[in-house]
């Protein structure tokens, strides 16, 4: 445990990482705004063109861009899991991590919420999709899992959004105090005129208990909704009722391997060693490895079940995963997102944050091609073998997708500059 | 001239129809006020239905072109004409696409040194022909013309043309010009003529093969015949030939022939009919010693037939009524090809005239058609500096010429060439002055296709720029030339032909119905003993051919290659490959396996003195050492002539194969040709066992029937009766302004077809087709997804796409399990004129929209408007979609169940109904008939 | 509260408003109906104080989809003797002569997607103002109603006519 000098030494510490930016920090600024604005250049032109930039095409008519929503959507999770959850249930290890998870949440929530757009054939008449008074006459489809997803999502991020600005409020009066000037002033303003009397205290615990807990059932809900955009179809391999605990075992999978990305170059940069030790990234490894185990039998329940089924159009979607065109990219899934995070059962790879962090990065691109396969495979093997056809990425999906890291990022190591990193108060209780 | 001064000129009508200026239209800014009412009856905003006869291929099927804005928009077959009854091929939809091509030559071009094209006054392009022709008479050189198949009051025309100016008439020029047949029926029955086969009447076809499918002669009317033939149970169709086409493919029984072995197969027939106590007596005694002898080995062997195949053919034809063989098509085209046509003539001679199996009164108009050999005079003439002027109208020798002749050289020679055409091609590009020919759709006429039935042609369109009729530019350059000519323009001299030939009352019913029928008396046919005689003792079979052999086939797509140009018809796949663009040649399964090719591959084949290297597409049931080069992926289609008939070689022999190493990306639209066991369609019904018919029960569900009003749409699609032409798929694409999108998309699989031919390979080589197009489910599993209502099933049972409401998220696409819906990928736009071949009834969609089949909803439409005018409900048989309407063996029927009177109704309740993928509770309103 | 703070406020309250009106005035003119035409036919003339019906004009209103215009012939049959002297029918009579049709410029149109037809509706018994408004009072002929689905749907929920989407989206 700290002394109590040390508060002022933790506050010194966190606010030391939004001291004036270095020039390499300034540098990954502009490489990943320049990715973005890429990304949104080729997005301006597939609307001046057409959706024919994309490779996509019949039967295949949801390929990168579905992949690239889920994936964000799914990392969202991982972050509200370790913020809310977690707290619910009282985990120490928390605390270095969940403003950081948080700030992913958000951002990743942001970045996932451009795909439905970007997939629209008509992004202009995207205001379709809600369901607001109009003079046509006209609701949207309510049955539809696309309009699921809109609520689903827009409900995650603005509870997300409120969840991470009540847990900021304390932070903000700590950095307002001890920044002058018109910036500082901001602080003040954003900390809500929070001053840290116990009254205040009291009905800040009452309001983050209530969010955490109004937060975790969303952590399972929304993933499941984000499932059935597939389960609830026909299609052969979508079709299937393990597709919500699946998907968000995986995206807890995929969160907490971006975490692992996040925080591991974070607490060197930053040199925050003291306040993120081993044990607590060690902790999310091991929800890494529970995950991955889940995802690992879900893999098997799948390919078991289409061949216990004994439907011909089960068994042959199957077999095409596993044995067909794109068979490589399906091992290379089964082996980063199953078989590799089975090391962690070694209690000395747990710790080695090097290997750790090359891990996170094989389970996201595992994750990513897993969510792939299951669009694309699916879309491009089902009933009638006339319409069978592949799918090929092209230029302007990946860099678009590109674009989406390349947002992520900007938004993220804009975050470090401008918001605590790590919950001040949280470590200053500890 | 107009139409109502035309017609009041010939006496007939007053006050009746005329073309009226342009019209007002939907989706325009403005509204015009016309100078004078309209069209009497045009109502503006409606339809208008005219006759008229499509000129994409000589069989002159009868056409009723629909009017919209003054423009045609679409064609449809006409229900009552003796040719079609209502059946339009694919390349006659696509005409449509010849009326509004980009590239129509627009006015006379006359080649400058360089060898570009200068645009010319009619006035300047007349001069100079009518000075060449001097010229040449001067110098002792001889004027020709030569033209494609020509009938009816034109050709009348140009024979007065040719004797005023003292121009040689040439022999016409079609690249299938049936020649060997003619000569055998003018030498073995005096009658040089094609007749029709009465295919409708016979209890057994035997083809040898010919084409009936695709390219023979009349192929709609064949191809209805032939597919009710096949339909029958009691009736049996027998196709041989050494390749895979689609005749083959549809026929009862396929069997696979040596090439080259034709002669050897019939004569056995001949052999084995003659010894039997039905035919010998009819067979002449004279002739009866002279058949060289044969046996049931040596013919197997040569065939490549089993011994049983010989011996169910000889069996089958002894117990048919009324047997008939039809010869012709690639079968007379190799060295064989003249016995084969004399064998065939007298095969048909004894067992189908007695039941008068083959009609001469009806013979196709073929009797000006020449042969190669003729083209080789002509060239032979060229090459001694004999010709002067020479005039080459509507076809195309330069292309199917063998190569060997030279004729584009020799045709330098001349002192001038002058062309008469709609579209440039590779004659043309030879040509010195070419002049632009109207459309058939836009200038008046008649044609004859075949004896007593005379087609109407009407101009519904104003002609582009400065083409003209033949008949006018015929009569303009007489006029130029002597001074004076025999009527003013060409709708004068129609109108003195006209009313010289026909009564008062005939020329009503030709106006009205667009068609006439003046039956021909039957001329009596007797064989020519001595010649006969004479033709057996110098009957001199050759060995088949050498294999590995590619059999150089027509196309339904092309015919001998003149739709080429007609963007549409690339579009629509090849039934058999479902290869779109592009060339490739058909391999078997053994040689691709041999060689090691996929499909795309490019194989080289050669012989001594010809080559060609194309993709290979592998065909199953092709047989092991045969190739099939289709006539469009070759440059030059002829290999030869032969000089016995003067029919073009469709046969190379004794290839050697060698792959190239290179891959071609070949736009082949079906993802596989197997169907993988999911019973898309069925095996046939066993029509003994009752026990056998699957009835599902009523589907437990959770959701109320829907409940159906006063309609409910339902096809109906008998897979038996369908061949897989494709004519139905045109025929949407037009009525449904469906884009045309090129090579680039089919390649990354982005047709937009909303109907579609998917053919099923079995194991042993069968295909079935199945087409297939949106099934207006009644459970449909894309509406449930749609997020903004854009899919919905209305109250009379149609899936509907509302086109505007569509955001484009393509789910729909997705969960549809027949894969029936199509994205707009691209704006898709049709570069002028071919933006007015637009049906203004449907919308044209922008980009991010999806779209699909809607049942013809607008035809829907008008049928309930009429109806409702006359306070009734659509009668059965009063709507029918684009695609029904143009199937030339009636395999589509539409209508409402509801109406249990209905043709509707009863298909659906056959035994033989079935749905594709009912097992997933989609209850599709498409029932199919299972083929037996 | 810093001094400037009321200063920029108020700067930038009247300053928006200021913005607002100058934008209102740039889209003026994609907003307002043009509503000139080649002929400044007066229908107050006509189908006011002649009391012409419109289908004496407007011919194939019952027949089909289109209302029609009518040919210039059919005023030239009245205007050949009347009002010769005023400058419009001088215009319109100068049509006839070069054998020119005029080209009104259109007040009333659904997109090219919906499926209209004047016949049902005036069989209906629908009168033409309903969806025209008092056309008999109006010089220059102007839209009066919106002609939106909305409005469209409205009127056939009241009228029990179809509201299926297919009756109208082509």
């Given at each position: ?14 606010l ?16 990943a705004?320049?990715?973005f604005?890429?990304g ?6 597939q ?7 994309a ?6 008519g ?5 992949t690239?929503?889920?994936?964000w ?7 509200t899991?370790?913020?809310?959850v ?11 991590f ?12 942001m ?15 995207a ?13 949207v489809?309510?049955r ?5 997803d ?29 920044r ?23 009905h ?14 969303l ?5 499941s ?28 999978l995929?969160?907490?391997a ?6 591991i170059?974070m607490r ?6 003291t306040?993120?030790p081993i044990?607590?990234?060690?902790s999310i490894a ?24 004994g ?18 990219l ?6 980063c997102?199953?078989?590799l ?7 000395r ?10 891990l996170?990065l ?6 990513w ?12 093997r089902?009933f009638?073998?006339y ?36 919950s ?7 | ?14 006050g ?31 339809e208008?239905?005219?006759?008229s ?15 919209r804005?003054?423009r045609?928009?679409?064609?449809e077959?006409n ?12 390349r ?14 627009q006015?006379?071009l ?11 006054t ?5 001069t ?24 009816g ?24 010009s ?58 049996h169709w ?28 019939l ?7 003659t ?7 009819r067979?002449?005694q004279a ?10 080995a ?6 490549g037939?089993?011994p049983?195949q ?20 690639i079968a ?30 009806a ?8 042969s ?11 090459a ?14 330069v ?11 020799a ?13 440039a ?5 030879q ?6 020919l109207?459309?058939?759709l ?9 004896r ?34 025999p009527?003013?323009?060409?709708e ?15 020329l009503g ?9 003046e039956?021909?008396?039957q ?18 079979l050759q060995?088949?051919l ?9 196309s339904i ?6 739709s080429?140009s ?15 663009y ?6 078997s ?8 090719l996929?499909?795309?591959?490019e ?16 065909q199953?049931?092709l ?13 030059a ?21 060698k ?5 071609h990306?070949l ?27 699957q009835?599902?029960?009523p589907?437990a569900?959770?959701?109320?029937e ?18 897989g032409c ?10 449904n ?16 077809s909303?109907?579609?031919?998917e ?12 087409p ?40 729909c ?13 691209w ?8 933006d ?10 922008s ?19 009429r109806a ?31 109406d249990?009177?209905s043709?509707?109704y ?7 109904a079935?749905?594709?993928l009912?097992e997933?509770?989609?209850e ?8 037996e | ?15 928006g ?12 003119p ?6 000139s035409?080649?002929?400044?036919f ?7 104080q002649?009391g ?20 210039v ?12 002297e ?50 008999e ?5 102007r ?27 082509k």
């Amino acid at each position: 445990m700290q002394n109590t000098s040390s508060t002022e030494q933790i506050e010194q510490d966190v606010l030391a990482a939004m001291s004036r930016p270095s020039r390499c920090y300034l540098a990954c600024i502009f490489l990943a705004g320049l990715v973005f604005l890429g990304g949104m250049a080729l997005w301006s032109r597939q609307i001046a063109l057409g959706m024919g930039v994309a490779g996509i095409s019949h039967p295949v008519g949801w390929g990168v861009y579905i992949t690239d929503f889920v994936f964000w959507v799914g990392i969202a999770h991982s972050g509200t899991l370790i913020s809310a959850v977690l707290y619910i249930f009282r985990a120490r290890f928390r605390t270095s991590f969940n403003r950081a998870a948080e700030a992913m949440t958000i951002f990743a929530l942001m970045v996932a919420g451009l795909f439905p757009l970007i997939h629209l054939g008509r992004v202009w008449l995207a205001y379709f999709l809600f369901p607001y008074p109009n003079q046509r006459q006209l609701w949207v489809n309510f049955r539809s899992p696309l309009v699921w997803d809109v609520f689903a999502v827009s409900t995650y991020m603005l509870v997300s959004l409120v969840f991470f600005f009540v847990g900021l409020v304390p932070d903000l009066a700590i950095v307002a105090r001890r920044r002058p000037g018109f910036i500082g002033k901001i602080y003040r303003l954003a900390s809500l005129g929070w001053v840290g009397n116990s009254q205040q205290w009291r009905h800040y615990t009452k309001l983050y208990f209530f969010l955490a807990a109004f937060a975790t059932p969303l952590v399972a809900s929304v993933h499941s909704i984000v499932s059935w955009d597939f389960a609830v179809s026909i299609v052969p391999g979508w079709h299937t009722t393990i597709f919500a605990p699946y998907f968000v075992a995986g995206a807890i999978l995929s969160g907490t391997a971006m975490v692992i990305t996040l925080v591991i170059p974070m607490r060197r940069l930053l040199r925050l060693e003291t306040y993120i030790p081993i044990s607590h990234i060690e902790s999310i490894a091991k929800i890494l490895l529970l995950t991955s185990l889940i995802v690992g039998f879900a893999y098997v329940v799948e390919q078991g079940l289409a061949f216990y089924s004994g439907n011909l159009y089960e068994m042959e979607q199957f077999r095409f995963r596993a044995l067909g065109d794109y068979r490589l990219l399906f091992w290379i899934m089964v082996s980063c997102n199953a078989i590799l995070p089975l090391t962690l059962f070694v209690g000395r790879l747990r710790r080695n944050l090097a290997y750790l962090f090359i891990l996170s990065l094989l389970v996201n691109v595992g994750m990513w091609l897993e969510r792939f396969v299951i669009v694309v495979t699916s879309l491009a093997r089902d009933f009638d073998p006339y319409a069978w056809g592949n799918y090929t990425p092209s230029f302007t999906e990946i860099g678009i997708t590109a674009g989406s890291f390349g947002l992520f990022f900007l938004l993220f190591l804009l975050f470090i500059k401008i918001l605590p990193v790590l919950s001040i108060t949280e470590l200053k209780e500890r | 001239m107009d139409r109502r001064q035309f017609l009041q000129m010939l006496g007939l009508v007053s006050g009746a129809a005329a073309l009226s200026s342009c019209g007002s239209e939907k989706g325009q800014k403005e509204l015009v006020s016309l100078l004078v009412p309209a069209e009497d009856g045009i109502v503006p905003g409606t339809e208008s239905w005219q006759p008229s006869t499509c000129c994409e291929c000589p069989a002159h099927c009868g056409l009723l072109t629909r009017i919209r804005e003054n423009r045609p928009v679409k064609l449809e077959g006409n229900p009552q004409h003796p040719v079609n009854r209502g059946g339009l091929c694919l390349r006659g939809q696509a005409s449509l696409w010849r009326l509004y091509h980009p590239q129509r030559l627009q006015t006379p071009l006359k080649r400058q040194a360089d060898g570009r094209l200068q645009a010319i006054t009619w006035a300047q392009a007349l001069t100079e022909i009518t000075e060449a022709l001097q010229l040449s008479r001067q110098q002792g050189r001889k004027n020709t013309w030569l033209a494609g198949r020509t009938s009816g009051t034109l050709s009348t025309l140009i024979e007065e043309f040719c004797d005023s100016l003292d121009i040689e008439r040439l022999a016409e020029f079609e690249p299938f010009s049936h020649a060997a047949l003619r000569q055998s029926y003018g030498l073995l029955l005096d009658q040089a003529d094609l007749p029709r086969y009465r295919v409708e009447q016979a209890d057994l076809l035997i083809t040898v093969g010919a084409d009936l499918l695709e390219t023979f002669i009349s192929p709609v009317d064949y191809t209805a015949q032939a597919s009710t033939l096949a339909a029958d149970q009691k009736r049996h169709w027998m196709h041989l030939e050494p390749h895979y086409s689609l005749t083959g493919a549809n026929a009862d029984d396929r069997l696979v022939l040596t090439p080259g072995s034709e002669g050897t197969l019939l004569l056995w027939l001949l052999q084995s009919l003659t010894s039997q106590s039905r035919y010998r007596s009819r067979w002449p005694q004279a002739l009866q010693d002279l058949l060289p002898s044969t046996n049931l080995a040596a013919t197997a062997n040569a065939t490549g037939l089993k011994p049983q195949q010989l011996q169910e053919l000889v069996s089958r034809l002894m117990q048919a009524k009324k047997p008939l063989l039809i010869v012709g098509g690639i079968a007379t085209g190799h060295r064989n090809g003249q016995p084969v046509a004399l064998l065939g003539a007298l095969l048909q001679w004894l067992i189908a005239l007695p039941w008068a199996g083959l009609d001469f009164s009806a013979a196709e108009n073929y009797s000006r058609v020449g042969s190669l050999r003729d083209l080789k005079d002509l060239n032979q003439q060229l090459a001694e500096d004999r010709i002067g002027v020479l005039f080459v109208s509507r076809c195309n020798p330069v292309r199917h010429s063998p190569t060997e002749l030279g004729l584009k050289a020799a045709l330098a020679k001349a002192t001038l060439r002058v062309g008469l055409a709609d579209l440039a091609d590779d004659t043309t590009d030879q040509m010195d002055l070419i002049l632009p020919l109207a459309h058939g759709l836009e200038t008046w006429g008649d044609t004859e296709p075949r004896r007593g039935v005379i087609g109407l042609l009407q101009p519904l369109a104003t002609p582009r720029q400065q083409a003209l009729s033949e008949g006018d530019l015929l009569l303009k350059l007489l006029k130029q030339a002597t001074g004076k000519s025999p009527a003013a323009d060409w709708e004068a001299y129609l109108q003195q032909t006209w009313q010289k030939r026909f009564s008062r009352a005939q020329l009503g019913q030709l106006m009205k119905d667009g068609y006439l029928i003046e039956p021909q008396p039957q001329p009596s046919i007797r064989l020519n003993q001595a010649r006969a005689a004479k033709a057996l003792r110098n009957l001199q079979l050759q060995a088949p051919l050498a294999q590995p052999t590619a059999v150089i086939a027509p196309s339904i797509r092309s015919f001998d290659g003149r739709s080429r140009s007609l963007e549409l018809l690339s579009e629509i796949p090849d039934p058999l490959t479902t290869i779109s663009y592009g060339s490739w040649m058909a391999v078997s399964q053994q040689t691709a396996d041999r060689l090691r090719l996929r499909d795309g591959n490019e194989l080289q084949i050669k012989t001594a003195d010809w080559q060609s290297s194309q993709p290979v597409r592998i065909q199953p049931g092709l047989a092991t050492e045969i190739l099939t080069l289709p006539m469009d992926s070759l440059p030059a289609p002829v290999t030869g002539i032969d000089p016995l008939t003067g029919e073009a070689l469709r046969y190379v022999e004794g290839l050697q194969l060698k792959p190239t190493g290179k891959l071609h990306r070949l736009p082949i639209l079906a993802g596989s040709p197997s169907q993988h066991g999911r019973g898309l369609i069925p095996k046939p019904v066993q029509r003994k066992k009752k026990g056998d018919q699957q009835h599902h029960g009523p589907r437990a569900s959770f959701y109320p029937e829907p409940e159906y009003e006063n309609y409910r749409w339902t096809m109906a699609i008998d897979l038996q009766r369908c061949v897989g032409c494709s004519a139905c798929v045109a025929s949407c694409y037009i009525e449904n302004n469906v884009p045309v999108v090129g090579a680039s998309d089919h390649l990354a699989g982005r047709e937009m077809s909303w109907l579609r031919i998917e053919p099923f390979y079995d194991e042993h080589g069968q295909v079935d087709f199945l087409p297939m197009l949106c099934q207006h489910c009644s459970y449909a599993p894309c509406e449930a997804v749609c997020p903004v209502y854009a899919a919905y099933h209305n109250p009379e049972g149609l899936n509907v796409q509302v086109y505007n409401r569509c955001v484009g998220t393509r789910y729909c696409s997705n969960n549809c399990p027949y894969k029936v819906r199509r994205f707009n990928w691209w704006q898709h736009k049709r570069t002028a004129p071919l933006d007015q071949l637009r049906n203004p009834d449907v919308p044209v969609r922008s980009k991010g929209m999806m779209e699909k089949c809607t049942f013809c909803l607008q035809r829907i439409r008008i049928a309930k408007d009429r109806a409702k005018d006359d306070k009734r409900l659509v009668q059965d048989g009063e709507v029918t979609t684009a695609c029904a309407q143009s199937c030339p063996t009636g395999a589509i029927v539409f209508g409402n169940l509801l109406d249990k009177e209905s043709q509707i109704y009863r298909l659906t309740h056959s035994q033989r109904a079935y749905r594709v993928l009912a097992e997933l509770g989609t209850e599709p309103s498409v029932h199919y008939l299972r083929p037996e | 509260m810093p001094k400037w703070l009321p200063h920029s406020l108020l700067y930038a309250y009247f300053g928006g408003f200021i913005l607002l009106i100058a934008a209102l005035a740039w889209f003026r003119p994609v907003t307002h109906q043009d509503n000139s035409q080649p002929i400044a036919f007066p229908h107050t003339v006509h189908a006011g104080q002649l009391g012409l019906a419109c289908n004496f004009c407007h011919e194939s209103v019952t027949q089909g989809p289109q209302a029609g215009m009518p040919t210039v012939d059919k005023c030239v049959s009245c205007h050949q003797a009347i009002a010769t002297e005023r400058p419009e029918i001088q215009k319109l009579l100068s049509y006839h002569e070069k054998g020119e049709p005029i080209r009104w410029r259109r007040i009333h149109q659904v997109p090219d997607f919906i499926y209209f037809t004047h016949k049902r509706h005036v069989r209906s018994g629908l009168d033409c103002s309903a969806c025209h408004g008092a056309i008999e009072e109006m010089k220059e002929v102007r839209r009066v109603r919106s002609l939106q689905m909305g409005w469209c749907l409205s009127c056939h929920r009241s009228r029990g006519a179809s509201f299926d989407c297919a009756t109208c989206h082509k």
